[in-house]
């Protein structure tokens, strides 16, 4: 039998993700939720303004590049295309403020233990390594954001779809309120697939399939640790 191709390989590693991540499974709670717009406005900041800017000083290919500086400065500066001309982070403020968070919290709040472990583990992931599983790992996250993977509402909306259907039933948000989410399956899926294409060329051109994957692999693992660490930490506030 051949050998599945990269695709294939990346593909069930994003699948196998949905499938298992804890934070995907459970249902969300308020405070579940206060605690992701708290993290991710922070992770988001953090993986776009220095993160994946490593990935972009690392890579060669200047198309590649160029791509994730835009890709970067439609998260950190402004997105003109799907967000009005603003940052995402200052959209999930937005929504923030809409599930009973103050700004003056969400600019107080610091990292949870587990999102500074996986900034060290990211940095060991995109920093220092090959710029092309530095690309893989600044979009296999989003590559969830896209339809087909997992089971249910995320097999047929993606990531943030889910999320958009559960929020909107939890706290009766309408499809406006939750932008953030919607901006991000039309964003996520555009930036998703730059990446994933770029990945499949170079790979083979490199001889690098193996490395590849098990970069994607890897950074998933660190993806399930921040969104579960998110979960327990949302359930203990709640509890208090
Ligand atoms: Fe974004």
């Given at each position: ?6 695709l294939a ?11 298992r ?14 605690m992701?717009a ?5 992770n ?60 003056a ?53 993606g ?33 998703s ?26 950074n ?5 640790m ?15």
């Amino acid at each position: 039998m051949a050998r599945k191709s990269v695709l294939a390989r990346l593909d069930a590693a994003v699948d196998d993700f949905c499938r298992r991540t804890r934070y995907f499974r459970e249902d969300i709670t308020r405070g579940r939720a206060r605690m992701f717009a708290l993290q991710h406005r922070l992770n988001t900041r953090h993986r776009n303004s220095v993160l994946k800017l490593k990935v972009a000083t690392n890579c060669p290919d200047w198309d590649t590049r160029i791509g994730i500086l835009r890709a970067c400065s439609e998260e950190v500066i402004a997105d003109h295309q799907h967000g009005g001309g603003r940052a995402h982070w200052e959209i999930l403020e937005e929504l923030g403020v809409r599930i009973g968070l103050s700004r003056a919290e969400m600019r107080a709040a610091q990292p949870i233990r587990t999102t500074r472990i996986a900034w060290a583990a990211w940095e060991g992931l995109m920093a220092s390594r090959h710029w092309l599983e530095g690309v893989v790992a600044n979009t296999c996250a989003e590559r969830a954001n896209v339809p087909g993977y997992g089971t249910g509402v995320m097999k047929r909306h993606g990531w943030f779809g889910l999320e958009r259907h559960r929020w909107g039933k939890l706290f009766k948000l309408s499809g406006e309120e939750l932008e953030f989410f919607e901006l991000h399956e039309e964003a996520d899926i555009a930036h998703s697939d730059a990446g994933w294409r770029a990945v499949e060329r170079f790979a083979k051109q490199l001889h690098m399939e193996d490395a590849t994957v098990a970069a994607c692999e890897q950074n998933l693992s660190v993806w399930e640790m921040y969104l579960d660490g998110i979960g327990a930490a949302g359930d203990r506030c709640a509890a208090r």
